[in-house]
């Protein structure tokens, strides 16, 4: 497919790359010149431009995740990308089935915490991803076991149906959750602080 005017000024005014500009306009150019010389000029193309052609050929798993996670006419097939890559189609498209195995732990996180449809388990997440899911997800089941103070507050402070325990929270962390937390108990140790 022929790279037309039309579109090189659609290109300018979307701000792209001047580098970008100037090699479209050197001599006429076609689409698989395009993804052959610069694959990310291609995908900003994809992702920026609707009635821009979709061609994931030749094009490696994070440029081809992006133009899936961007484009909601674009097919999805996560054949060959990376787990985090999947991960970002995966939460980004809702039209797009889950499949939670051989995901990073991270990764599912993302997942658990775009896609209310997901189901969640936090087996295997380390605290920081745990402590994302409980605060993102009102439907997850709290579990404040293993997450350090902060981890601890922050879900306390962001879920108003945590259990509030200011049991080794610095000082710090419970004037947090006492000042976003209206039905947090008054802390002797933070009274005599002040």
């Known amino acids: 497919?022929?790279?037309?005017?039309?579109?090189?000024?659609?290109?300018?005014?979307?701000?792209?790359?001047?580098?970008?500009?100037?090699?479209?306009?050197?001599?006429?150019?076609?689409?698989?010149?395009?993804v052959g010389h610069r694959p990310d000029w291609a995908v900003w193309a994809m992702t920026h431009f609707p009635d821009c052609p979709i061609d994931l050929t030749e094009l490696e798993s994070h440029h081809r995740a992006r133009v899936m996670a961007n484009r909601s006419d674009c097919p999805i097939d996560l054949t060959g990308l990376e787990s985090h890559h999947r991960a970002r189609v995966m939460a980004n498209r809702s039209d797009c089935p889950i499949d939670l195995t051989e995901l990073d732990p991270s990764d599912r996180a993302r997942v658990m915490i775009n896609r209310p449809d997901c189901p969640i388990d936090l087996t295997g997440l380390d605290s920081y991803d745990r402590a994302r899911v409980m605060i993102n997800r009102p439907d997850c089941p709290i579990d404040l076991t293993g997450l350090n103070s902060w981890r601890r507050a922050r879900v306390m402070i962001n879920r108003p149906d945590c259990p509030i325990d200011l049991t080794g929270l610095g000082p710090a962390g419970k004037e947090l959750v006492r000042i976003n937390r209206p039905d947090c108990p008054i802390d002797n140790e933070l009274e005599e602080i002040k």
């Not at 579109?7 to 395009?34: D, F, H, Y």
């Open 1 to 34: 497919m022929r790279i037309t005017n039309k579109m090189i000024k659609q290109a300018v005014k979307e701000q792209a790359s001047l580098k970008a500009i100037e090699w479209l306009r050197e001599q006429p150019r076609t689409w698989t010149e395009l």
